[in-house]
């Protein structure tokens, strides 16, 4: 079994067929957590979640992205981001829902800075609304979904500025998501107890360090995600991503690693079991 610990059958992409594409995972004995970006993907991961008795989560949160009216061009697609307020009594009262097991997407995005704005501004923001979800996680006793997405000049400042302010919470739960840093600020992520997360992205020819993570970092801190439907892995790579194909990225960590399948999905579905206090 395998647990699919980030992913947005929630989304657009999945209105017409999320049914079909949850099934095919569960027959398939992987289990998935829908992550809400704002609202309304919020409470569709909730509804979602309350259709299955087990095996289908969801996590609660307001996106960075998701603070300013933004139009975001993706390789995958295009869409615009609306302005929202974080208003903890909504994601409280979302949050009590027994299938929510964490709090996110939050985080910093660096690369999602809106025109026209200060800088500045825009991370101070950012990092107050990070905080709010920390604190609202801290009081739920729920796991923390951390979004970090840096600029091109500077790839790793922005996990600077996460594990800064991580240390003012801790025993907070937390998962790096699609984590695509160096060895070193990985190991530095560890050792403040929190876990690295892996995306079909390690499958990709070309992306040396991510590979170099899931070999180099202990197993006992990787959990495994598809980020669907954006970062299909190989052999899907440049089409729409789905929770079933977690398999992908658990096999090239096999593979990466020198040791079997079956030891990747067993240990990182007790790492996402332990975290998300899934049962
Ligand atoms: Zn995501």
């Known amino acids: 079994m395998l647990i699919d610990t ?9 209105k017409e067929d999320g049914r079909d594409v949850i099934d095919r995972a569960l027959t398939n004995d992987i289990w998935l957590i829908n992550v809400g970006s704002q609202y309304k993907t919020s409470l569709r991961a909730v509804n979602i979640a309350n259709n299955y008795n087990q095996g289908v989560y969801a996590i609660v949160g307001l996106h960075p992205i998701h603070l300013f009216n933004m139009h975001v061009d993706e390789s995958e697609m295009e869409f615009n981001t609306r302005e929202e307020e974080f208003d ?14 964490g709090i996110g997407e939050t985080g910093l995005d660096y690369f999602h800075v809106p025109e026209g704005e200060d800088q ?3 991370k101070q923001k950012q990092e107050e609304v990070f905080r709010a979800q920390l604190s609202l996680a801290m009081e739920l006793d729920k796991a923390v ?21 991580m240390k003012e919470y801790p025993g907070v739960r937390a998962v790096v998501h699609c984590y695509t840093g160096d060895v070193e600020t990985a190991k530095q992520f560890i050792d403040l107890g929190l876990n690295i997360s892996i995306t079909g992205i390690v499958t990709f020819k070309n992306a040396k360090e991510v590979q170099e993570v899931a070999k180099e970092i202990p197993l006992e801190h990787i959990l495994v995600e598809t980020d669907a439907p954006y970062l299909a ?10 929770p079933s194909y977690v398999k992908f990225v658990a096999e090239k960590i096999a593979e990466l690693k020198g040791i079997s399948f079956e030891e990747v999905a067993e240990t990182t579905t ?6 998300f206090k899934i049962s």
């Open 270 to 275: 007790q790492n996402a079991k332990k975290l």
């Open 120 to 122: 500045k501004s825009v």
């Open 145 to 165: 979904t951390i979004h970090s997405r840096g600029t091109k000049d500077d790839p790793l400042g922005v996990y600077q500025d996460i594990m800064r302010i």
């Open 233 to 242: 892995p190989d052999p899907h790579r440049g089409k729409r991503n789905e």
């Open 88 to 101: 903890k009594q909504t994601y409280t009262d979302l949050a009590s829902n027994p299938k929510v097991v």
């Open 6 to 14: 980030h992913t947005h059958v929630n989304f657009n992409s999945f």
